[in-house]
């Protein structure tokens, strides 16, 4: 049998449709993969692990039997859910003011990556209320609180509060960091311990000097967008000595916690951690350019990443309960 003009024409049609289905079903997941990325960004899911962590170092750090691991996850899950809450709320609220900032400018309501709607108000009060009532259920009433004063802190003082209105907005907004801790602590210790108040401290002061080397860098942002954040106020070089006497305060306080049971790991690594900071902030003051700030911006992470691991390390020796502390870690 011969070939037909329609059966010469079948082969490229089938070939023709395939590369049409096969290119379709990759848009398709290009468009998921969009929309999980800009979610994740809306959440911004690396304050939110930060957080989680912070919490857990306050797990493990607290003398005495370990909590079961499955209230470790559950708190731990709690923190990072409301984290994320407080951050998409910073997104929802400061679309106006990101679009005018080269930073943000890329934000998912800004570029229209995702649309702006009230129902993910809706959202950011479920993930805050759900964790909440599930650790004041299954944990206790002290930590659920410290759970939600976090995600409150960072989503209603700061974000809505005090961003635009005073310099002191990331000082007194910076509390979200220590409330973390604390909702750790409170596991099996509710009431505040001199050690769990030495590291929400610690948390306390970190945030400031951290966030106004940031802000010295992105100075232009700040101006443009009306934020009073510190180095818009009283300048580079002043904010610069305003961050050193900040890292100093941070290094004092971070030696606290060995007066209140931690040991020896720990101060390794806090005094390690407070080193490289205060070297940094010294060369700020000396230098207060963008690439020293971004530079200081940096050890400040380095300093965090030192203390809490420290934290993690001594109180692992420490516990009672060894996967406890293994889901902490994760």
């Not at 290009?30 to 960004?41: N, Y």
């Not at 209230?71 to 407080?86: C, E, F």
């Not at 930590?143 to 409150?152: D, E, K, L, N, Q």
């Not at 635009?164 to 979200?176: C, F, M, T």
């Amino acid at each position: 049998m011969g070939f037909g003009p329609s059966r010469i024409l079948l082969i490229p049609l089938v070939r023709f449709d395939f590369i049409i289905f096969c290119d379709a079903g990759n848009k398709r997941n290009m468009a998921i993969l969009s929309l999980i990325k800009q979610t994740l960004v809306l959440f911004k899911l690396r304050i939110g692990v930060a957080m989680a962590m912070t919490a857990g170092a306050g797990i493990v750090a607290m003398p005495g039997p370990a909590p079961s691991a499955a209230q470790s996850a559950l708190l731990i899950l709690a923190v990072l859910l409301s984290a994320g809450a407080a951050g998409g709320l910073n997104h929802y609220h400061d679309y106006d003011i990101d679009a005018l900032m080269e930073r943000t400018r890329t934000r998912p309501f800004v570029s229209g990556g995702l649309t702006r709607s009230p129902w993910w108000l809706l959202l950011f009060a479920l993930l805050v209320a759900v964790p909440v009532a599930l650790v004041w259920r299954f944990i206790n009433p002290v930590a659920a609180f410290h759970v939600f004063m976090g995600a409150f802190f960072y989503g209603v003082v700061y974000t809505i509060w005090l961003k635009r209105r005073s310099w002191l907005n990331i000082v007194i907004g910076g509390l979200a960091g220590s409330f973390a801790i604390l909702s750790g602590t409170a596991i099996l210790h509710p009431e505040p311990t001199p050690l769990a108040l030495s590291l929400a401290f610690i948390l306390f002061l970190w945030t400031p000097p951290h966030f106004w080397s940031l802000a010295i860098a992105l100075k232009k942002d700040y101006v443009e967008a009306r934020v009073p954040m510190l180095p818009v106020i009283a300048g580079e070089a002043r904010a610069a000595r305003i961050v050193l006497f900040n890292t100093v305060l941070l290094a004092l306080a971070s030696l606290l916690p060995a007066f209140f049971g931690m040991g020896w790991i720990y101060l390794v690594g806090a005094v390690t951690g407070s080193a490289v900071f205060l070297a940094k902030s010294v060369l700020l003051v000396r230098n207060p350019t963008t690439v020293q700030a971004m530079s200081n911006f940096r050890a400040s992470l380095i300093q965090l990443a030192l203390f809490l691991a420290a934290v993690y390390i001594e109180g692992s020796f420490q516990s009672q309960d060894s996967a406890s502390v293994l889901v902490a870690l994760l």
